[in-house]
């Protein structure tokens, strides 16, 4: 009963929901007990980074939201069609499966904007087309740094990442596009 009683208090604690509410408002109270603001100047900090935040919070849905749309939209029956084997056994290997896995990556890294959904998406594109790991000329694992490299390609205004760096850098659209792009 106690040691039931104790695990529901640590799963409700441990909810990561609620831990970044606790840990917002221990935030907020640090802010107000430590640099003596005002709590007319910590409702304007705090609005302030609901504003900064929500934005890239928007951005961030929107491109995992396209990720699983073309995830569910079977594109993977196209990319295999172009470059997976046929029923001889031949198809694309080596140095093209290479590049198509940077190029897959890249293009909706820069269509969606999120590295983490182009890398999943991408991978399993070239995961349906992949030979059997011993009729590659190298390892299987050279795909990793491809699509990774390939996932941060063209950061812009879709990225979150592009607009963490704008608003904690405090800098305009223009000056993100040549600095972090």
Known sequence: EGLQRLETWVNLIGDA???MILAAMFSIYLCWKVQGHSLAKLAENVEDALLSGGVIILITA???AFGLLLGMSEIHVVVQSLFGSDDTGSGSTGLVLLLLAYTLASLLK??????TVAMIV???L???IMPAAGSLSFHPA???PAIGAGSLMGSWFNDSGFWVF????VLTEGETL???T
């Open 110 to 115: 820069i269509a969606q904007g999120s590295s």
């Open 17 to 19: 929901n609620l831990a």
């Open 178 to 180: 040549r600095s972090w």
């Open 142 to 144: 050279y795909f990793v």
């Open 166 to 169: 704008a608003k904690m850098g």
């Open 62 to 64: 929107a491109g995992g």
């Open 126 to 128: 070239v995961a349906s």
């Open 122 to 124: 991408s991978s399993s």
